[in-house]
């Protein structure tokens, strides 16, 4: 195999980390929280802080490493386009990771205290930030969702898209990013 297939490969296997990693730390939260046990929520966030360390922060660095790697390897830009795009892209999940892992530190010891002290209900100060911290989740998500509407349109491959008469096939990412068909696609 080639070293392009490699770098591909590597890069492919980072993003699906990254994506799954992302997605089963906001549900372990998010069931967590709903039963507002204090030793579920310590322990939900302590598996959320740990996949943080070892899975989303190196997924995100092998991502961009292997992302520079092919644009190398290609003779490509990284001002170019999609490519351009992406990085923009990667930058933000960066951001959306410090911040978040902030965030998520901050309720992580509030979790572990409540624990420790044996508390039978978590404290506002929890509650506070854990409302701050849903919508850089959900931005992160949305980040990717457009990583992979990016991605997937670069190659002009038809792909279907939902609007409010059902799957329509469409040529072109152009139209996916029409206001009015995005607005289309999430209702």
Not at 125 to 145: N, R
Request: with cysteine; glycine share 6%; proline share 3%.
């Amino acid at each position: 195999m080639s070293i392009y297939v490699w770098f591909k490969y590597i890069h492919i296997m980072a993003a699906i980390i990254m994506v799954g990693t992302t997605i089963t730390n906001g549900l372990a939260k998010m069931l967590s929280d709903r039963t507002g046990n204090v030793h579920r929520i310590a322990s939900a966030m302590t598996f959320t802080m740990y996949f943080n360390k070892i899975l989303m922060f190196p997924s995100l660095v092998v991502l961009a490493i292997s992302g520079i790697g092919l644009t190398a390897i290609l003779h490509r830009s990284l001002l170019e386009g999609w490519i351009f795009q992406s990085v923009i892209m990667l930058m933000a999940l960066f951001a959306l990771f410090g911040i978040g892992l902030r965030y998520e530190r901050r309720m992580h010891s509030i979790a572990l205290h409540s624990e420790e002290n044996k508390w039978r209900e978590m404290p506002s100060d929890y509650w506070t930030w854990s409302k701050i911290s849903i919508p850089i989740g959900f931005l992160a998500m949305v980040v990717i969702y457009f990583a992979y509407v990016i991605l997937d349109g670069r190659a002009e491959k038809p792909f279907l898209i939902f609007c409010r008469g059902g799957f329509h096939r469409e040529k072109s990412i152009r139209v996916c990013l029409k206001p009015r068909l995005l607005i289309n696609m999430l209702l």
